[in-house]
């Protein structure tokens, strides 16, 4: 007989490098691909975890890399 599996349901913000940025770009076209780009490495690359509701985009930044 199986037993039943306990599951942790959280929200957490972090922080994603998605790629660089190019300096042409708009704000508003960074922001885009920064949330599109995320998203993807989110429900692609998390492979013991499973996104399991709408994620929620907070805000991007741009970090100059040293």
Do not use: C, W
């Not at 913000?13 to 190019?22: G, N, W, Y």
């Not at 704000?27 to 994620?55: C, T, W």
């Amino acid at each position: 007989m199986s037993k039943p599996t306990v599951y942790a349901v959280m929200k957490a913000t972090i922080e994603i490098p998605v790629r660089s940025s190019m300096s042409e770009e708009t704000f508003e076209q960074m922001y885009e691909a920064a949330k599109h780009e995320a998203e993807g490495i989110l429900r692609n690359s998390l492979k013991d975890v499973r996104v399991v509701g709408p994620i929620e985009f907070s805000h991007a930044v741009v970090k100059e890399m040293k």
